[in-house]
């Protein structure tokens, strides 16, 4: 059986693990040695109730998916009054491209919800009745597009957020708030260890895959030749016999 070559790096970064961790068991302290050699960094998507591979191969399966962001279309209806540099958030018409302001109305979402309600360019209907549908944004770059003086209406690109619904300027920072606020990393003895999230599929084989007794039996071969091991090793056993 071909036995397992560690780098220096890798031989460190296992001794600090089980010096950490002196009552690790062999699969944990194999799947922490998985990650450092494959270099993994799985994220769990509370929201979604999931467990991704890495942050990249999360953004990139929830776009395919369509789950994390939607392009759609505004119109910007510029009314200084309605929107200031000290306004956090907007209530938008998407038909008109009127706006309200959290600092300049009393009750800014009764009044977009009155004023699409009415809105003559609102031709949506549902049930026969105008379509009460309004947007939100707390995106600064959103609501600074308001406070510019323009003589007209005119239709703009943004990006809506589809795990908050939130309005947002851009794709980026629709990324940039999915990562610092939806995702938590964890390790690969987190995932291992956890039954609240289904692991991503793909993960999932990988792990499958890595989990496979004749590469656990390499693993803890390759280790025997290192002498700091063997107390770990000895306790394995161990731990195997008395079951």
């Not at 699969?27 to 998985?34: D, E, G, K, S």
Request: with cysteine; charged share 30%.
């Amino acid at each position: 059986m071909a036995e397992l070559t560690l780098s220096d790096a890798l031989t460190e970064s296992l001794k600090k693990f089980l010096k950490s961790n002196r009552k690790a068991e062999l699969v944990n302290t194999y799947l922490f040695y998985i990650g450092e050699k494959h270099k993994i960094k799985p994220i769990a998507f509370p929201k979604g109730k999931i467990i991704f591979q890495s942050l990249a191969s999360a953004i990139s399966i929830l776009e395919e998916d369509n789950k994390l962001w939607r392009e759609t279309q505004i119109k910007v209806h510029f009314d200084r009054e309605s929107v200031n540099e000290d306004t956090e958030r907007v209530y938008i018409c998407p038909f008109s491209g009127k706006v309200f302001g959290d600092n300049t109305h009393p009750n800014p979402q009764d009044a977009i919800y009155d004023w699409v309600a009415k809105c003559p360019e609102n031709k949506e209907r549902i049930n026969g009745l105008p379509a009460k549908r309004f947007l939100v944004s707390e995106d600064k770059d959103v609501i600074r597009n308001y406070i510019k003086e323009r003589k007209q209406a005119v239709t703009k690109t943004v990006f809506s957020s589809a795990v908050n619904g939130q309005l947002i300027n851009s794709k980026k920072a629709v990324l940039e708030d999915f990562k610092n606020n939806y995702v938590k990393p964890l390790t690969m003895v987190e995932v291992q260890s956890q039954n609240r999230f289904q692991i991503e599929g793909a993960f999932l084989s990988f792990i499958q895959e890595q989990l496979d007794e004749q590469k656990i039996t390499r693993f803890v071969e390759t280790l025997s030749g290192n002498q700091d091991f063997i107390p770990y090793i000895e306790k394995w056993l161990a731990s195997d016999e008395e079951e």
